[in-house]
């Protein structure tokens, strides 16, 4: 994971700057949804597999206080000189911080133990304590993905995710569901375990072939909307211009 997580699973290595910039923009997003759905500002919020730290970053005003982890030393870094309070490691290293409130964005599917995982947060979080999740969405892939199920699936995916089986896992180990949209960000409440109704839709399998089979008529598209932002890209990167504009792009954007 150390040395060649990244390069195996994106296919290039990141700029660490450019990946915590990239994290903060997810932060904002991610904060967008959430807040109206809960407080955040009384709660210490700690994030598992929170790599850079842009994620916390953008959080961090907006809670008492954030902590975060993950086994990735060379982003830790990044997180680090920018102020964060960062751990190497998992979940347990987490405990000392008494969290309010855990976040996993886009962590979960890659956790081979999620039953084991999921006690272990309902151990660490206190009466109503909250969880919050953001992992990709089966019913989001015409929005996220470009309506191309082999960009969706993932070479470190473990699970694949909508909005009901994600309601149903958190219920089978004690978390009420908030918020679940289909994007699958998410927000649960730790309750009694064994006190919520777990639901299974035996239909859900049939309705997510149907969609699928549906967008796949809408590859092409999709690829053709995509065309003339390639081409911009393209010429900006031959003209040398790409990482200017893409950084004015921020400043103006995703602050």
Do not use: W
């Given at each position: 994971?150390q040395?060649?997580y990244?390069?195996l699973?994106?296919g290039?290595?990141?700029?660490?700057?450019?990946?915590?910039?990239?994290q903060?923009?997810?932060?904002?997003?991610?904060?967008y949804?959430?807040?109206?759905h809960v407080?955040l500002k009384?709660?210490?919020?700690?994030?598992?597999?929170?790599?850079?730290?842009g994620?916390?970053?953008?959080?961090?005003?907006?809670c008492a206080r954030?902590?975060?982890?993950d086994?990735?030393?060379?982003?830790?870094?990044?997180?680090?000189?920018?102020?964060?309070?960062?751990?190497t490691?998992?979940?347990a290293?987490?405990r000392?911080?008494?969290?309010?409130?855990?976040?996993?964005?886009?962590?979960l599917?890659?956790?081979y133990?999620?039953g084991a995982?999921?006690?272990?947060?309902?151990d660490?979080?206190?009466e109503?304590?909250?969880l919050?999740?953001?992992?990709?969405?089966?019913?989001?892939?015409?929005?996220a993905?470009?309506?191309?199920?082999?960009?969706?699936?993932?070479?470190?995916?473990?699970f694949?995710?909508?909005a009901?089986?994600?309601t149903?896992?958190m219920?089978?180990?004690g978390?009420r569901?908030?918020?679940?949209d289909?994007r699958?960000?998410a927000?649960f409440?730790k309750a009694a375990p064994?006190?919520?109704?777990?639901?299974f839709?035996?239909a859900?399998?049939?309705?997510?072939?149907?969609?699928?089979?549906r967008?796949?008529?809408?590859?092409?598209?999709?690829?053709?909307?995509?065309?003339?932002?390639?081409?911009?890209?393209?010429a900006?990167?031959?003209l040398?211009?790409h990482?200017a504009?893409?950084s004015?792009?921020?400043r103006l954007?995703?602050?």
């Open positions: 994971y040395h060649h990244t390069t699973y994106d290039f290595q990141f700029s660490v700057d450019e990946f915590f910039e990239n903060r923009a997810a932060g904002k997003r991610l904060h949804t959430v807040r109206l407080e009384d709660k210490v919020l700690a994030e598992v597999g929170c790599a850079a730290g994620i916390l970053h953008y959080l961090r005003p907006f954030v902590a975060g982890c086994y990735g030393t060379a982003f830790l870094r990044k997180g680090l000189a920018e102020g964060l309070n960062l751990k490691g998992g979940l290293t987490l000392e911080e008494r969290p309010d409130a855990i976040l996993y964005s886009h962590v599917e890659h956790v133990d999620l995982e999921l006690r272990q947060v309902h660490m979080l206190p109503r304590g909250l919050i999740v953001d992992v990709p969405g089966v019913f989001n892939i015409e929005n993905y470009q309506a191309d199920y082999l960009r969706y699936l993932q070479n470190a995916h473990l694949q995710f909508t009901a089986t994600l149903t896992l219920a089978r180990h978390f569901a908030i918020h679940v289909e699958c960000i927000v409440e064994g006190s919520l109704p777990v639901a839709d035996e859900l399998a049939g309705r997510i072939l149907a969609f699928l089979h967008i796949e008529g809408k590859v092409l598209l999709y690829r053709l909307r995509a065309l003339p932002r390639r081409i911009a890209v393209g900006l990167k031959a040398g211009l990482d504009v893409r004015l792009y921020r954007f995703r602050k």
